[in-house]
């Protein structure tokens, strides 16, 4: 795998005026508008170079934005590894440890392991379990399309569906087969949850374009659920694609058969990829991957295989 480092558009910004936050947990800040209404979590940096949440973040925060109902809920999650970023190697600050957003389940939160991204989760468990709906703003590593991920229950699908972008959709029917992502945690792991969480990819992480669509996307999702005034914008023709499996890597010599950035199709048995003896093939017709790895590190998801939902 080549990876060379793309253009740096967007780069950090210090935070430390916003660590002190109002709810007792550094870098969260809760804004009640004293009117009944939905709480939302609008939340950034669950990957530490994945700026733009944190640019569309600081936005209603520099703004002073408050809901006209509701709540407001706003977040950076993982600063420590926000904090790491280097220019010479922009991809290493995504985290310390663990990933982020794999780690919030009883057995981890619970349990004795530690690590800057485990008290960091346990930190903002409050905040999370608090939001009736969540929207958990990253970017991808590959210049493609922006899409929405979120598990497959109506109150997610009926709010990304409205919303006028992205339009792509990736649906999880069964999860994410690798950790439990933070719009899993608690009540939003079961079809009855309290409301809708997701996630947006709003594009290459270095990218202005991708900062800006994050500080659209947020606006947009307020509007929808009433916090903020607006007219709710029609949603444009949208693509749904529904994960099949989550691979995982297992060794070091994990290979793709061929350049992937996402999006690419195979047919059914169509060989994808090698990871030492075992062989990674396309489980059905017109199987679209998203999220390539660009490097081979063990632990780490390789590459998400679906299939489009008509």
């Known amino acids: 795998m080549v990876n060379l480092s793309p253009p740096l558009e967007v780069l950090p910004r210090d935070l430390s005026a916003y660590k002190a936050g109002n709810t007792g947990i550094d870098y969260v800040h809760r804004f009640e508008s004293g009117k009944p209404g939905p709480h939302v979590l609008i939340n950034a940096l669950t990957h530490g170079n994945e700026f733009c949440g944190m640019v569309a973040v600081c936005d209603l925060l520099d703004r002073s934005v408050r809901p006209r109902i509701g709540t407001l809920t706003v977040s ?16 290493a600050s995504r985290q310390i440890t663990h990933n982020l957003n794999r780690v919030w389940s009883a057995e981890m939160l619970d349990g004795s392991e530690d690590s ?4 960091r989760a346990r930190a903002m468990r409050p905040a999370v379990l608090a939001a009736q709906h969540i929207l958990d703003i990253h970017s991808t590593s590959q210049d493609v399309v922006p899409f929405w991920v979120y598990p497959d229950y109506p ?3 009926s709010v990304a569906m409205a919303l006028p972008r992205p339009g792509v959709h990736l649906v999880m029917p069964k999860g994410l087969g690798s950790g439990v992502p933070l719009i899993e945690h608690g009540l939003h792991a079961g079809a009855n949850g309290p409301g809708a969480a ?3 990819e709003c594009g290459q992480h270095f990218k202005q374009a991708t900062a800006d669509l994050a500080i659209v996307v947020a606006h947009d999702l307020l509007v929808h659920f009433g916090l903020l005034e607006g007219v709710p914008t029609a949603a ?4 749904r694609f529904e994960l099949l499996q989550t691979c995982v890597i297992q060794t070091t010599d994990f290979a793709f058969t061929r350049k992937l950035i996402g999006f690419e199709t ?11 003896v075992d062989e990674i093939r396309s489980p ?3 199987c679209t991957v998203f999220m390539p790895a660009r490097e081979a590190v063990v632990g780490r998801e390789a590459v998400y295989l679906t299939c489009p939902i008509s």
């Open 76 to 91: 950076f999650a993982n600063v420590a590894a926000y904090e790491s970023f280097d220019p010479a190697n922009p991809f």
């Open 116 to 119: 800057v991204e485990l008290r």
């Open 155 to 157: 109150r997610n699908s």
């Open 198 to 200: 997701m996630v947006v």
């Open 236 to 239: 444009a023709p949208q693509r």
């Open 266 to 276: 195979f047919a059914k048995g169509e060989l994808i990829a090698t990871d030492g």
């Open 284 to 286: 059905c017709d017109d």
